[in-house]
Nanobody
Framework: QVQLVESGGGLVQAGESLRLSCAAA????????KGWYRQVPGKQREFVAT???????TYLESVKGRFTISRDNARNTLDLQMNSLKPEDTAVYYC????????????WGQGTQVTVSS
């Protein structure tokens, strides 16, 4: 079982920035998609941003222009640069590595808390 290890969460004020990172601990066949999701208590986990193995990003509408997803395929790492943070961005952020073809898998990190105060 591969572990995804996240880092970079914390407490910031509105308008500030944070950078989240995620790395796979252990050998892994390259995923098709890497992504970031977030969840607040009482709500479903929601998509924030994904990036394909060819580098095509997709963003949640509310984070476009503020968040940037990037990856290093050789090191199997994933980052999320979050600028101009808002209180509504407060959540636990999870990284996800997914492979849709054989050998398929769907790995999640343990989550990292991001808190944005107003």
């Amino acid at each position: 079982q591969v572990q995804l290890v996240e880092s970079g969460g914390g407490l910031v004020q509105a308008g500030e920035s944070l950078r989240l990172s995620c790395a796979a601990a252990g050998s892994i066949v390259s995923p098709d998609y890497k992504g970031w999701y977030r969840q607040v208590p009482g709500k479903q986990r929601e998509f924030v941003a994904t990036i394909t193995d060819t580098g095509i990003p997709t963003y949640l509408e509310s984070v476009k222009g503020r968040f940037t997803i990037s990856r290093d395929n050789a090191r199997n790492t994933l980052d999320l640069q979050m600028n101009s943070l808002k209180p509504e961005d407060t959540a636990v952020y999870y990284c996800n590595f997914r492979r849709t073809i054989y050998p398929g898998y769907n790995y999640w990190g343990q989550g990292t808390q991001v808190t944005v105060s107003s």
